[in-house]
């Protein structure tokens, strides 16, 4: 692994942010982590990932786990609401 390579924690953030941001398309999340200073801090000082390695994060690690998770932050959510 190289030094600045980005790591699955920061490619789970990245995928969570940009989500906020309703941005759900691989080159737009490139774009972002390129030009975005939000997206920048996440990246921790590594590149930015490539569409590819964000999707295919996004397909083997994300995507199992995806409605289980938002789940758990709509809940969240809700807690610090009421």
């Known amino acids: ?21 309703n941005i759900y398309s691989s080159r737009k999340i490139e774009t972002s982590c390129k030009r975005d200073i939000n997206f920048m801090y996440l990246l921790g000082g590594a590149s930015a990932p490539d569409h590819s390695t964000i999707a295919r994060f996004r397909s083997i690690h994300f995507a ?16 610090s609401i009421i």
């Open 1 to 21: 692994m190289r030094g600045n390579s980005v790591t699955p924690r920061q490619l789970l953030k990245i995928i969570i942010y940009a989500n906020m941001n």
């Open 64 to 79: 199992p786990v995806c409605e289980s998770l938002m789940a758990q932050f709509t809940k969240i959510r809700l807690k």
